[in-house]
């Protein structure tokens, strides 16, 4: 068992009352497994069905895994321009 | 001439336009994205910006890097600020050169199109009545009142 650091942006850091979550995760566990976790979390009503997460700077499917020292981040609706 | 960043200071148009002119290029467009004073019909007093920034610079070089395959050879310099910003402000800028004007307007449009979709970059905006709400460009029309 591992945890990884997770991080929040914008209307999520405002609705789960943190800039960082530590998230349990399995060796081997995916970002889906990820969000399965953050879901039983107060405020993680604010996600969509399907909330876009980034690791390593760029978007991941649901699928891919996520590994020791992997950086990670939930990515609100963007609203650039 | 490539060049994209995220920018705490104002943006200086005619720096990008500098920037990008040669004598190479037949045409230059300029996009300005700039805070208007209304959305969704609530009168909107100003704009915080905030961003993923090493993930923003990181989709906005890979933005630069598509538009120079679709696009060849020009110069593009791309611009977005972050932090608070008041009506009239430019929160966005980009120029491209190019040989034809066609296609530094078609660029022009991907590039923004393209920052739009994918690049981590949020707005807080604030509201005559004292409320604020975040952006959300898929559900316009239903934002959540804060």
């Not at chain 1, 998230?23 to 995916?30: A, H």
């Not at chain 1, 700077?57 to 590994?67: C, G, H, L």
Request: with cysteine; proline share 4%; aromatic share 6%.
């Amino acid at each position: 068992m591992s945890t990884v650091t997770v991080q929040l942006f914008a209307s999520y850091a405002e609705s789960f009352g943190e800039s960082f979550l530590k998230i349990r995760c399995e060796p081997g566990g995916t970002v889906g497994d990820l969000i399965r976790n953050i879901r039983t979390l107060p405020g993680a009503h604010v996600l969509p069905a399907s909330p876009r997460v980034a690791v390593n700077r760029k978007f991941a499917s649901t699928e891919q895994r996520i590994d020791s020292g992997d950086e990670v981040a939930l990515i609100p609706p963007v609203a650039g321009g | 001439m490539r060049r994209a960043a995220i920018v705490t200071r104002e943006i200086s148009p005619a720096a990008l336009i500098n920037e990008v002119q040669s004598r190479e290029w037949g045409a230059i467009s300029l996009f300005l994205g700039t805070v208007r004073d209304t959305n969704d019909g609530r009168r909107v007093t100003g704009i915080d910006y905030s961003a993923y920034t090493s993930m923003a610079e990181s989709e906005l070089a890979a933005i630069l890097a598509e538009a120079g395959d679709r696009f060849g050879d020009m110069a593009l310099v791309v611009e977005h600020r972050v932090g608070s910003l008041a009506l009239g402000d430019v929160s966005v800028a980009i120029a491209t050169g190019h040989h034809h004007r066609a296609s530094a307007l078609d660029c022009t449009r991907f590039v923004i199109e393209e920052i739009k979709k994918r690049v981590p970059i949020w707005k807080l905006e604030h509201y005559v009545d004292g409320t604020r709400d975040w952006v959300d460009p898929a559900r316009a029309g239903e934002v959540t009142r804060r």
